[in-house]
């Protein structure tokens, strides 16, 4: 069966822009979850969706924001870019978020902020 | 709050086994992975445990958790030019609404 997909794979923007990155789960799968990587921090949640509400928010900025729709598909959303918004944003996928065999994560989108 | 510590680096020679330790402080820590991350990719799961298990086997891997120490270990036995990654250690808990809660990455080197 697919993977879990994220679209675009590579994306740079200039500062104060805004951005929209999309991920579509295994079919079947309604808990999507977003992560950010950097370098300096590694990894970092974002948010949690499961059937198109917001079940758990990371300590991000309010310029970072999610949805998700009816066919579990999610879409995130960074506003007013800054520098450090540049990472590998990784978003991952289970039945319902609470299995024991963990997330099944994208390959990732890398956003650029220059 | 709760941490996962892993040490950054690990440097092993091909054919040898790789064992990759990891510590966490959740003490009601439920679920507990094994992650492999290579270069540009996202996040692969390799391996899982529970935590009233002692030890999880899975082809050339093999999952040791001491539950009093909270200590994690992955061994890759004969390890390979194709093992060269990152290892990220994982837990999870009903406390923590299941969000997993991420090492910093081991990372793998396989000299020749």
């Known amino acids: 069966k697919a993977g879990v997909t994220q679209t675009p794979r590579y994306l740079i923007k200039t500062r104060g822009q805004q951005v929209t990155l999309s991920c579509s789960p295994i079919?079947?799968?309604?808990?999507v979850s977003w992560y950010q990587q950097t370098p300096g921090q590694g990894l970092q949640f974002l948010f949690e969706?499961?059937?198109?509400?917001?079940?758990n928010k990371g300590n991000f900025p309010g310029r970072f924001s999610g949805r998700q729709f009816s066919n579990s598909r999610s879409e995130m959303n960074v506003s007013t870019l800054e520098l450090g918004d540049s990472a590998l944003y990784l978003c991952?996928?289970?039945?319902?978020?609470?299995?024991?065999?963990?997330?099944?994560f994208g390959s990732g989108t890398r956003l650029t902020v220059v | 709050g709760e941490d996962v510590e892993q040490s950054l680096f690990l440097s092993v020679r091909e054919g040898d086994s790789s064992v990759i330790n990891c510590t966490y402080t959740d003490s009601s820590s439920t679920y507990l992975y094994w992650y492999k991350q290579e270069p540009g990719a996202g996040l692969q799961l390799l391996t899982y445990?529970?935590?009233n298990m002692d030890m999880k086997q899975d082809q050339r891997l093999t999952v040791l958790l001491n539950k009093k120490d909270k200590h994690l270990s992955l061994r890759i036995a004969d390890t390979q030019t194709g093992d060269s990654a990152i290892y990220f250690c994982a837990e999870s808990s009903v406390d923590s609404n299941y969000q997993l809660i991420w090492g910093a990455g081991t990372k793998l080197i396989i000299k020749p």
């Open positions: 991952a996928s289970s039945l319902s978020g609470e299995e024991n065999y963990g997330y099944t």
């Open positions: 445990i529970f935590s």
């Open positions: 079919s079947g799968h309604r808990s």
């Open positions: 969706y499961f059937s198109e509400t917001q079940r």
